[in-house]
Every structure is written in structure tokens, then in C-alpha cells.
């Protein structure tokens, strides 16, 4: 069965540090890959997503993520981290013909002052 | 504004009641979609439908059950026979021609059994 892998649970950064939190995922063949944020008390927003081409992805708030096929990974960064990036996150694969998402089980991050 | 209604967002329930959760959008999207989100598990699928009048398992159906008789509404039903009832549910949506498959999601509706 397909899945997907989040390594780090809990992760705690004073503001202005940077973020890499990891994702990898199972399935080996054509994926779309996402990273969903969800700040505390709000919904689930998408905020970048990788189909093809460049595999370096530009999403909100200065997020970026690195799809390496070879490694099946999907990592998110951000160079220097805000207060108000205190949220969980989410990474998730969709593979084959429907829109099913597959989620990993989350990373809190909690950012201080 | 277009988006996803979820109701009510809190409800309690004794057990073995069944309890029915609504999820109303009107982003005109085909899809739509359960999910339940635990702490440290992720959010897990429990049914999907991509058109009205049809609807399949995903990978934690047992104890659930949806109807999609119109294409803005999937309403969720827990039933007394879930076992572990007490989460926080998803609903979301998508336009199921995209190719991409970014799901919108609603603002969830927290069940708690006593």
C-alpha cells in the first residue's frame, strides 16, 4: 500500500531559524506531491504542490520544496522561520487516476520568539 | 463566497448513537471526500465520492456511511458500530477533471463520545 512518511513529529525553532522538515513517500511511479498547513484553529490550506517540470517548487510565505525522484522525497524548507508559521504540516502523494489524497501523519512546529 | 460548510463544528454524542455530519460546498466540484484526522496519525479516508449517486470505501470505512444524492452535499454518518468514534473530521473537495488533485478542505466538525 501506498504511504507516506513524515519524520519529524514535534520540531521547536527560534524565530529566524531554518526549517527542513522530510517527507518520503512509497509509491515509484508517476505522483503529484503536496504540503498542506493547518494553523491552529483554522482549516487545512494548501501551501505548495509539485506535478512536473522544475523540481523545485515556490509555494506561500516563502515555503519551498525539493522533489527528488531517486530518493522518493518531498521536502519542505523555508530559510528563516516567523512566529506565525507556528502550524501542523502536512505532506501527501496522489498517485493514479482519482483525486485521492494519501497523508502523512503531520509535523507540529512550533516557532518562538 | 465559494467554499465548504461543515456542521456543526462540535458534537457529542453517547455511545451508541449514530450521528450524521453534514458537508455542504459550492464550489461546483464533482469530488468530494471524507477524511479523519487523529493526533500523530494524519488525516485516513474514510469515503469518497466522484459523482453524485456513487461513492466508494476508502481505507477506514468500517462503522461509517455517506450518500451523495446531490453534488453539493456528502453527508457522513458515524454509526454505533465505530468503534473509536472521538475525531476530528475533514470533508473536502475537488474539480475532478483537474489533473493536479489539490483537495479544498472545510473547517472540520470534532465529534466526541461520552
Known amino acids: 500500500a501506498q504511504s507516506v512518511s513524515q519524520h519529524n513529529h514535534h520540531v521547536i525553532l527560534s524565530e529566524a531559524a531554518s526549517l527542513e522538515l522530510g517527507c518520503n513517500y512509497s509509491?515509484?511511479?508517476?505522483?503529484?506531491l503536496f504540503w498542506y498547513v493547518q494553523y491552529p484553529g483554522q482549516h487545512l490550506q494548501l501551501l505548495l504542490k509539485?506535478?512536473?517540470?522544475?523540481?523545485l517548487v515556490k509555494g506561500i510565505k516563502g515555503f519551498e520544496a525539493e522533489f527528488i525522484k531517486s530518493k522518493f522525497s518531498f521536502n519542505l524548507r523555508k530559510p528563516s522561520v516567523q512566529w506565525s508559521d507556528t502550524a501542523e504540516y502536512f505532506c501527501?502523494?496522489?498517485?493514479?487516476?482519482?483525486?485521492?489524497?494519501?497523508f502523512g501523519a503531520g509535523t507540529r512546529l512550533a516557532v518562538h520568539p | 463566497d465559494g467554499g465548504i460548510t461543515q456542521s456543526p463544528k462540535y458534537l457529542f454524542r453517547k455511545e451508541g448513537q449514530n450521528v450524521t455530519l453534514s458537508c455542504e460546498q459550492n464550489?461546483?466540484?464533482?469530488?468530494m471526500y471524507w477524511y479523519r484526522q487523529d493526533p500523530g496519525q494524519g488525516l485516513r479516508l474514510i469515503y469518497y465520492?466522484?459523482?453524485?449517486?456513487?461513492?466508494q470505501k476508502g481505507d477506514i470505512a468500517e462503522g461509517y456511511s455517506v450518500s451523495r444524492e446531490k453534488k453539493e452535499s456528502f453527508p457522513l454518518t458515524v454509526t454505533s458500530a465505530q468503534k473509536n468514534p472521538t475525531a476530528f473530521y475533514l470533508c473536502?473537495?475537488?474539480?475532478?477533471?483537474?489533473?493536479?488533485?489539490?483537495?479544498?478542505f472545510g473547517e472540520g466538525s470534532r465529534l466526541t463520545v461520552l
Open positions: 473536502a473537495s475537488s474539480p475532478q477533471r483537474e489533473a493536479g488533485g489539490e483537495l479544498f
Open positions: 509509491y515509484g511511479g508517476t505522483v503529484n
Open positions: 509539485y506535478f512536473s517540470g522544475d523540481p
Open positions: 501527501a502523494v496522489k498517485s493514479g487516476g482519482y483525486n485521492k489524497l494519501i
Open positions: 464550489l461546483n466540484h464533482d469530488a
Open positions: 465520492s466522484q459523482i453524485v449517486n456513487d461513492f
